[in-house]
C-alpha cells in the first residue's frame, strides 16, 4: 500500500470554472480576482483581502506596510517553513527566534515576553498545522508594549479561536492558497486586513506601486493608459486562474476541514496509549483546521524508516529555522529543540481512506 503525505484535490467545479476563465480572454488580474477576495474577506469574518500570489508575498507585504526602521526586530518562531523569517530579512529587519510550546508548537507568548528590547517593533506569531495561538495572551502583551502582530496564518483556513475565525482577530493576516494548502488553488495567497487606506496601499504594492491595474484602466469606454507610480511596489498579484479555483474550493472548505477533522480524530483515538508517541494538544476553544497532523515520536527518524519502507510518506514540519546558516541561531530555546527533533506529520489529505488511516496506525503500533 502507498500512502502519500499529501495530496491536492479540485472540484469539478473548480475545473469547470478556469475553463470559462480561460475563454473569457481575461486571464490576469480582473473581476474574479475581486469577486474572490470579496468571498474570502467575508468567509473569515474581515473586511479585505488582497488577492496575492503566495503568502510568502503576503507576508513580506504585512512587514512593508509596518514602515520599520532597518535593523528593527522582529519576535517570530522557528519552528515554520522559511518563508516566514526570510520575509523579514527581505525588509532589512533581524529575526529574534522566542521558544514554542512544548505541546502545540505554537509560538509561547511568555518566551515572546522575555525578547522584547526597545528594538523590538513587531511580532509573528504562526498557527502550526492550522491550530491557533493563544491570540488573547499575545494580542494583550503586544498592545501592552505598542507593537503589531502578524499572524502567519499558512496552515489555519478556517480555523476558529475562541468563536472567531483565523483572520478576523487583529490586523495583519497572511494566507496561503498553495496546492496541498486546505483551500487549494494551484498556488496563491491573500492578506486579510480591516483598514481602508492600508487595503488602497497593499494592492498598489502588489502591482508594482501603480495606482490604477490593468482591469480597472480598460473597463470604460476606451483604453485608459495613463497612471502614477507612487512607491517601488512588486508583482505579487494573484490572478484569475487561480481566483476562479478559490471561489470553486472556498464553498467546500467548511466540509473538507470536517473530513480532515475525522481522519485526524482517528489517529488520536489509534494512537492515544501508544508507548514513546505524544499527541499535539488540542483545548476546546479552538478549532484547528487540521492542516498537518503532528505527533511527538522518540526516535523520530527510525520510525519515518520504518514508515517508508512500508511505503508510507511522512514529513519534518520544520526544521528550526535558527540552524540555516541566514539566522542567529539561539541554543537556549529548549523547547523548539525538542518539538523539532522529535515532530512526525503523517499523511493527511482528502483522498485518504479510513483504511489507509488504520494501516499507518498499525504500522506505528508495530513498533520500530
Known amino acids: 500500500?502507498?500512502?502519500?503525505?499529501?495530496?491536492?484535490?479540485?472540484?469539478?467545479?473548480?475545473?469547470q470554472s478556469v475553463g470559462e476563465v480561460l475563454r473569457s480572454?481575461?486571464?490576469?488580474?480582473g473581476p474574479k480576482t475581486a469577486e474572490f477576495e470579496s468571498a474570502f474577506a467575508a468567509y473569515v469574518g474581515n473586511r479585505y483581502c488582497i488577492g496575492l500570489n503566495s503568502c510568502s508575498a503576503a507576508l513580506h507585504l504585512a512587514l512593508r506596510v509596518l514602515n520599520l526602521p532597518q535593523g528593527s526586530e522582529v519576535i517570530t518562531t522557528p519552528i515554520t517553513f522559511v518563508s516566514t523569517n526570510h520575509a523579514i530579512l527581505y525588509e532589512n529587519c533581524v529575526?529574534?527566534?522566542?521558544?514554542?510550546?512544548a505541546d502545540t508548537g505554537n509560538i509561547d507568548v511568555a518566551s515572546v515576553a522575555s525578547k522584547i528590547t526597545e528594538r523590538t517593533r513587531a511580532i509573528m506569531a504562526?498557527?502550526?498545522?492550522?491550530?491557533?495561538?493563544?491570540?488573547?495572551?499575545?494580542?494583550?502583551?503586544?498592545?501592552?508594549?505598542?507593537?503589531?502582530?502578524?499572524?502567519?496564518c499558512a496552515h489555519a483556513c478556517g480555523a476558529a479561536y475562541r468563536g472567531k475565525r483565523i483572520g478576523s482577530y487583529g490586523d495583519l493576516h497572511a494566507f496561503s492558497f498553495h496546492a496541498v494548502k486546505n483551500l487549494p488553488m494551484g498556488d496563491g495567497g491573500g492578506l486579510v486586513v480591516r483598514d481602508?487606506?492600508?487595503?488602497?496601499?497593499?494592492?498598489?504594492?502588489?502591482?508594482l506601486g501603480i495606482d490604477k491595474d490593468t482591469f480597472g484602466r480598460v473597463r470604460g469606454t476606451e483604453y485608459n493608459w495613463n497612471y502614477d507610480v507612487t512607491e517601488v511596489g512588486f508583482k505579487y498579484h494573484m490572478n484569475d486562474i487561480q481566483a476562479a479555483i478559490g471561489l470553486a474550493q472556498l464553498h467546500r472548505l467548511d466540509e473538507d476541514n470536517a473530513r480532515r477533522a475525522a481522519l485526524v480524530a482517528r489517529y488520536r483515538r489509534g494512537l492515544a496509549d501508544m508507548p514513546g508517541v505524544r499527541l499535539l494538544k488540542q483545548s476546546d476553544d479552538r478549532t484547528s483546521s487540521n492542516h498537518l497532523c503532528c505527533i511527538l515520536v522518540e526516535n523520530r527518524d527510525e520510525l519515518a524508516l520504518k514508515l517508508k519502507a512500508a511505503g508510507i510518506e511522512t514529513g519534518v514540519h520544520f526544521r528550526r529555522n535558527d540552524l540555516y546558516p541566514m539566522y542567529q541561531h539561539d541554543d537556549s530555546l529548549v523547547n523548539v529543540e525538542a518539538f523539532w527533533r522529535s515532530s512526525l506529520s503523517?499523511?493527511?489529505?482528502?483522498?485518504?481512506?479510513?483504511?489507509?488511516?488504520?494501516?499507518v496506525i498499525a504500522q506505528i503500533r508495530g513498533g520500530w
Open 95 to 101: 529575526p529574534v527566534f522566542a521558544d514554542v510550546q
Open 196 to 207: 481602508d487606506d492600508l487595503a488602497a496601499r497593499l494592492r498598489r504594492l502588489r502591482w
Open 25 to 29: 480572454g481575461w486571464l490576469g488580474l
Open 1 to 15: 500500500m502507498h500512502v502519500p503525505l499529501m495530496r491536492p484535490v479540485i472540484c469539478d467545479e473548480a475545473i
Open 126 to 152: 504562526v498557527h502550526l498545522a492550522g491550530y491557533p495561538c493563544d491570540l488573547d495572551e499575545l494580542y494583550a502583551l503586544a498592545r501592552s508594549h505598542g507593537l503589531p502582530v502578524i499572524e502567519d
Open 346 to 359: 503523517l499523511p493527511l489529505h482528502l483522498l485518504l481512506t479510513d483504511e489507509q488511516v488504520d494501516f
